[in-house]
């Protein structure tokens, strides 16, 4: 079984191409499989009457106790036979209904085949969980079958209710399911159903519970009212789908599981009044509905759901003679109502209508297809001897022996004799709708449908279906030594001197007269109909009008939530995350208590001096007019936390802060150049106050926080450890930097990574429209020697090009890029003061960046003074004298950089240590000395490059391509700022 | 731990004027807010370092105690390098919004306006998408060119046979042939 299962999973993966290949011929491979599958369960027969269940298992998720359990009872058996042999018959079926259709064949093909594996995974598998599982792969896979011609509307929206009303009985089933087998303790479903009356004493109203979440789980699946609507929508599908899922297959799955829990669970307080009074509505409802319409597909949908409705309250009453019955129901419904499914597709199919009223006469031209169809309509009415005849009987003869003394059994029976008028009136309405010659208002005959014949195979499934309706009749004695294996399984000690048998002839009984009764007044009821022409409804809303309804709800929560929520603007965004941090600190620190604050004035005098500074430049920067007021303002407080670090021990923090400001300066001078100084009046400040507000609460609950998180601080540091450290592993004495590069090197690492995605953001802005780096475009069309020999450029018809190296002429420049400048923005003492530092400064940021593991300084901070070196050559020079200086594209450097920390991080990881781990060499080299050398000074390189490739990408974005593109606009006379 | 409540004072000070500046919609303002954070970010690391020491080195004091905790140090050593490189990303923003607008100010998003415009016509698409335009139709074929399967023999009988009553010529009962 479980190898079945794995065929009909992997079958699926080739069809779209097979289909492709040999066309809708694909459909008869495909059935080889539920063939296979249908031999299979045939050949286990004997085990299976015998008591001897088959049943295989694999483990699958032993740490949740699920297993691939598959186990063939006698119910499972019948059930697998249905699933598998209609299954077949489909898909012959199919190959000729799709016969020269292309769209979308291959992938239905597979979703068809993939849903009977489903099915029969569904109902053969003891693992109640992964019943659920299966449980809603049919239902998904339902959803692409309805929705086959997707470009319908009325399809789309078919299976999505569908999908929708299915998935959520599904996972109401699902709680109930956890609910059980957690009670139970396992999720098998034989041990669950060996239990005895679990809903009596203690857990009682879980167990209850439970089941009425399974049974909504059911009922939604089989189509019962309040669900029913789904299905009569579903008609969207294409008939042999119809005919697969909502006649033999998934509405049954609701079904089955009522029939599995009802031997053990017949007797809770919730079960029989719900199953049965829904059925029996249902019943109705649907056979009413049936006699509306006049499109026969529809015909048929209403009845499939009076019909469950009527499986419901039989399979679910839970007795031994209505198991028995209702079993034989089960199968007889499966066979007549897929056969007239199959029918109906016949008929669209030769005809592209399958409306009563277009249809004339087709029974003369195809007696073949409208006699067999008789038989179907025969075995639903329940006429002899059809094994309809055969379960109607048996239904009505243990209802009336039941009804004696149970209240339930009373209402089913009336029930689903007035059910059973309705159904043979819809069912004789269905034969005169779809074969008999009409007459029109005159009384005249109306003209006859002309009838193409369709071939042999197409009428093959639907014939044979139809026929088996016989064959079960005549075998009635066969099938009930079969089913009876089911049904001893609801033991029924009451009244276990009354014991039913499926026979065809029980002579002269009671429910032989009611059952006469009902075909009497069906006809009646048909003629009735027929004469009034009655087409009004029955309720005055359908279920349909709620679920759109709650549809609309929901889209409507939808937009108001969007609405509320998504404001679109950035200030209420960051209000409320400000907000929303202030109330979630707030209450933390109001609701904690027993703080420990130890306070002092301040530590050292630089403190008091520098804190008016800051405060009084925060305050003016954040109200300043000008923008270049404000940016230096901010500068000022920045300068002021150089002083804090330079006094609280803290010199690295001092180098690197003073630097990035000086920067940071410089990179906000770049493009403030570009805009207005003064902030608009557009830009005018909303609510100052509320701000105001907002800021102060961030402010106090912040110095709040510092206060408290101090406080709590009373365990030792774990950084007392790290100047020991820093020397012992990391062979360095700054400790600050052994703890960046070594100690806590992956901080870094996600660093260095921070500030390349910053610097590839901040290129992708400003090169909006090209990523080319120009700034080497700039420069490499010069030849080597203007760089090297520094010859002055002048301006040619191809652009910028050395003055030539005439022999009277060796006049070099200070610098190369000097000529591009505007005259009005050169400065010959710049040029010359760049042009004698620039080298002591890269040589001073290399010695910062070796030194810095013994002494201030460090990867950051040289990288830092080296940017800082091109940024005097870019301010000096312009645009191409920085091409000139920068040793390569920043994109390298940044790459290069993060390249070498990466390495550097996991070489140890080579030699079987933990990435990161640092080597050291020392060695004495003549000349030079001692020598000392640890592996994370190259990761320190790698800091040095990204930082110098973030600078670089800083200047050439914000400077360089800033400049060309105010060129350009100069060039094509728009004023510039 | 023994905090200084001068640089608690200053952080409060710079926490606010910083979310100050960061609800206005002028980028420029927000981006002043987002460095006034920042340094208020580095000076609460800094409050978190206590009573400050002699810088971190070894050898430089006899115990961890006399030193200054290095590992707040060390953490806003990144925060700085970090800030820098969001700053040059918020002035690219900001030079960008410039290029596109002539305008660095953020205007309440569109695309969330058109939302609010719109939940009325949904409405009427929400009705366009539930009504029953072709419910109704009575055919698996709705816009679809199909043809009826035929047995291309039966045909050629039929001319013989016209008034055949059956699914075929060679007369009823058989199956469809």
Redesign the interface.
Same mark, same amino acid.
């Given at each position: 079984m479980l190898v079945l299962l794995g065929a009909f999973a992997v079958l699926p993966l080739a069809l779209p191409w097979l289909v492709g290949r040999i066309g809708a011929r694909a459909f008869l491979v495909a059935a080889l499989v539920p063939v296979a599958a249908f031999v299979q369960a045939v050949l286990v027969a004997p085990d299976v009457f015998a008591g001897r269940t088959p049943f295989e298992t694999y483990v699958w998720i032993p740490q949740l106790g699920l297993d691939l359990s598959m186990r063939m009872d006698t119910l499972g058996w019948v059930m697998a036979l249905i699933v598998t042999g209609v299954g077949a018959l489909v898909m012959v079926y199919c190959r000729w209904y799709f016969d020269g259709k292309k769209d979308g064949v291959g992938q239905f093909s597979a979703v068809l085949l993939a849903f009977a594996g489903a099915m029969y995974g569904l109902v053969l598998t003891d693992d109640i969980v992964v019943l659920v599982m299966f449980w809603e792969i049919t239902s998904v896979l339902s959803y692409l079958l309805i929705g086959f011609y997707h470009r319908r509307g009325a399809s789309r929206r078919a299976a999505l209710q569908a999908l929708l009303v299915t998935t959520l009985g599904g996972l109401v089933m699902f709680v109930g399911v956890v609910l059980l087998a957690v009670h139970v303790g396992t999720t098998s479903m034989s041990k669950i159903l060996a239990t005895s009356e679990i809903w009596r004493g203690e857990g009682g109203a879980l167990v209850n519970a439970a089941i009425v979440m399974i049974l909504v789980g059911a009922l939604s699946k089989s189509a019962i009212f309040p669900f029913h609507f789904w299905l009569p929508g579903a008609m969207a599908a294409p008939t042999p789908v119809s005919a697969y899922l909502h006649a033999a297959a998934m509405v049954k799955a609701g079904i089955y599981l009522i029939a599995r829990f009802a031997p053990t669970f017949a007797l809770a307080e919730p079960w029989r009044p719900i199953v049965i009074s829904l059925g029996v509505f249902t019943m109705l409802l649907g056979g009413i509905q049936a006699l509306r319409e006049s499109d026969l597909k529809r015909v048929l949908a209403f009845g499939t759901v009076s019909q469950l409705g009527m499986l419901t309250a039989v399979l679910g009453y839970g007795s031994r003679n209505t198991a028995l019955a209702g079993l034989a129901l089960l199968l007889g419904h499966a066979l007549f109502k897929s056969a007239l499914f199959l029918v109906v597709g016949v008929i669209d199919r030769q005809l592209s209508t399958r409306d009563i009223g277009e249809l004339s006469g087709v029974g003369r031209q195809a007696p073949t297809l409208a006699a067999f169809s008789m038989i179907a309509v025969a075995s639903m009415i329940g006429i002899i001897p059809t094994v309809g005849f055969v379960a109607k009987e048996t239904t009505l003869a243990a209802l009336l022996e039941y009804a004696r003394d149970d209240a339930w059994a009373l209402v089913a029976l009336i029930g689903i004799l007035l059910g059973s008028a309705l159904t043979a009136a819809y069912g004789i309405r269905f034969i005169w709708g779809a074969f008999w010659t009409k007459k029109d208002a005159a009384g005249q005959p109306r003209p006859v449908t002309a009838w193409p014949d369709p071939p042999l195979g197409f009428l093959a499934a639907p014939v044979l279906l139809a026929g088996l309706a016989i064959v079960g009749g005549i075998a009635a004695p066969a099938l009930d030594a079969v089913f009876a294996g089911y049904a001893d399984l609801a033991a029924d000690p009451a009244h276990a001197d009354h014991v039913e048998h499926l026979a065809l002839w029980h002579g002269w009984e009671p429910a032989l007269f009611l059952s006469l009764g009902t075909i009497a007044a069906g006809i009646l009821l048909f003629g009735l109909v027929r004469v009034t022409n009655w087409h009004s409804r029955v309720l005055p809303f359908t279920s349909a009008d709620a679920y759109n309804l709650v549809l609309r709800g929901i889209a409507r929560a939808a937009v108001a939530t969007t609405t509320f929520t998504q404001r679109g603007s950035l200030p209420v965004y960051v209000g409320t995350i400000f907000v929303v941090f202030v109330a979630a600190e707030a209450t933390a620190l109001l609701s904690g208590g027993d703080w420990q604050i130890e306070l002092e004035g301040w530590h050292t005098t630089m403190q008091l001096v520098v804190a008016p500074i800051m405060i009084l430049a925060g305050a003016v920067a954040v109200r300043a007019r000008k923008r270049y007021t404000g940016v230096v303002l901010v500068s000022v407080t920045g300068l002021g936390m150089v002083l804090l670090f330079a006094t609280s021990g803290a010199p690295d923090l001092a180098l690197t802060q003073i630097l990035v400001e000086t920067v940071t300066l410089v990179a906000f001078a770049l493009v403030l150049r570009r805009i207005p100084a003064r902030m608009g009046e557009h830009n005018a400040s909303v609510l100052p106050v509320v701000r105001a507000v907002i800021a102060v609460a961030v402010g106090a609950t912040m110095a709040m926080i510092a206060l408290v998180a101090t406080g709590a601080r009373v365990a030792d540091p774990i950084s007392d450890r790290f100047p020991e450290l820093a020397y012992e592993l990391g062979h360095g004495r700054n400790v600050v930097n052994v703890a960046l590069v070594d100690l806590r090197g992956w901080d870094t690492m996600g660093e260095l990574s921070v500030l390349i995605l910053a610097a590839t953001g901040v290129a992708s802005l400003v090169f909006v429209t090209h990523r080319a780096d120009n700034l080497s475009a700039g420069t490499a069309s010069m030849p080597t020697g203007v760089i090297r020999h520094r010859r002055p450029l002048v301006e040619t018809t191809d652009g910028p090009r050395p003055r030539a190296a005439s022999p009277d002429s060796t006049r070099q420049t200070w610098l190369i890029g000097g000529q591009r400048v505007r005259p009005e923005n050169r400065s010959i003492v710049l040029e010359v003061i760049v042009r004698i530092l620039f080298h002591t400064i890269i040589v001073v940021s290399i010695y910062l960046l070796f030194a810095g593991h013994n002494l201030p300084g460090g990867g950051f901070a040289g990288g830092l003074v080296a940017g800082m070196a091109l940024v005097m050559r870019y301010v000096a020079g312009g645009r191409y004298e920085l091409g000139a200086a920068a040793p390569t594209d920043a994109g390298r450097l940044l790459g290069a950089g993060m390249t070498l920390a990466v390495v550097t991080a996991l070489a140890p990881v080579l030699f079987g240590a933990p990435p990161l781990t640092s080597a050291f060499f020392e060695a004495e080299l003549p000349l030079i000395g001692h020598v000392e050398f640890v592996t994370s000074t190259l990761f320190d390189i790698g800091v040095y490059l990204v930082v110098i490739g973030l600078v670089l990408d800083v200047l050439r974005s914000l400077g360089a391509e800033v400049d060309r593109q105010a060129q350009d606009l100069r060039e094509r006379g728009v004023s510039v700022a | *731990?023994? /905090?200084?409540?001068?640089?608690?004072?200053?952080?409060?000070?710079? $926490?606010?004027?910083?979310? !100050?500046?960061?609800? =206005? #919609?002028?980028l420029? @303002?927000?981006l002043?807010?987002f460095?006034?954070l920042g340094?208020?970010a580095?000076?609460?690391l800094? /409050? /978190?370092?206590? @009573?400050?020491?002699?810088?971190?080195?070894?050898?430089s004091a006899d115990s961890?105690?006399e030193?200054?905790?290095?590992?707040p140090?060390?953490? &806003?050593?990144?925060a700085?390098?970090? &800030?820098?490189?969001?700053?040059? $990303?918020l002035? %690219?923003?900001? !030079? #960008?919004s410039?290029?596109l607008g002539q305008?660095?100010?953020?205007h309440?998003? =569109?695309?969330?306006?058109a939302? #609010?415009v719109?939940?009325a016509e949904?409405e009427d698409t *929400?009705g366009d998408?539930?009504s029953?335009?072709?419910?109704? %139709?009575?055919?698996?074929? /709705?816009?679809?060119d &199909?043809?009826?399967? &035929?047995?291309l023999h039966? #045909?050629d009988f039929?001319a013989l046979r016209d008034d055949a009553?059956?699914?075929?010529p060679t007369g009823?009962? =058989?199956?469809? @042939?």
């Open positions: - | *731990m023994n /905090v200084s409540l001068v640089l608690i004072v200053i952080m409060g000070a710079l $926490f606010a004027a910083g979310v !100050y500046a960061m609800l =206005e #919609r002028s420029t @303002r927000v002043i807010g460095l006034l340094n208020a580095n000076l609460f800094l /409050v /978190v370092m206590g @009573r400050p020491g002699v810088a971190p080195f070894f050898g961890p105690e030193m200054s905790d290095p590992l140090q060390a953490l &806003t050593l990144t700085i390098v970090i &800030t820098f490189a969001v700053s040059a $990303f002035l %690219a923003l900001i !030079y #960008r410039w290029q305008a660095d100010t953020v309440d998003d =569109e695309a969330d306006l939302i #609010r719109r939940a949904d *929400m998408e539930i029953d335009t072709d419910d109704d %139709a009575t055919t698996d074929f /709705v816009g679809l &199909t043809a009826p399967i &035929t047995v039966s #045909r039929d009553p059956t699914d075929s009823p009962g =058989e199956d469809g @042939r």
